[in-house]
């Protein structure tokens, strides 16, 4: 359960340094905005995809505990 609500808080960490990446340009090194933007959309949708996967697995263990 603990790792849900871990994956939770990495998406949210993850959606933030692709905010961080669109906006400063940078990831490591300074990039070029053809390569920050999708860099920066592909970090976004990947927390996106953590939190909804994290969320996803927490109603199922509360459904599970409920049973």
Same mark, same amino acid.
């Given at each position: 359960m603990m790792f849900?609500? *871990?994956s939770l808080v990495t998406g949210f960490f993850y959606m933030v340094l692709g905010v961080v990446?669109?906006?400063y340009k940078f990831f490591i090194i300074? *990039?070029?905005p053809n390569i920050a933007?999708? *860099?920066g959309a592909l970090l976004i949708l990947y927390? *996106?995809?953590r939190i909804f996967r994290a969320v996803d697995k927490i109603k199922q263990a509360r459904r599970k505990d409920e049973i």
């Open positions: 849900n609500w *871990l990446v669109i906006v300074t *990039l070029e933007y999708p *860099l927390g *996106l995809f």
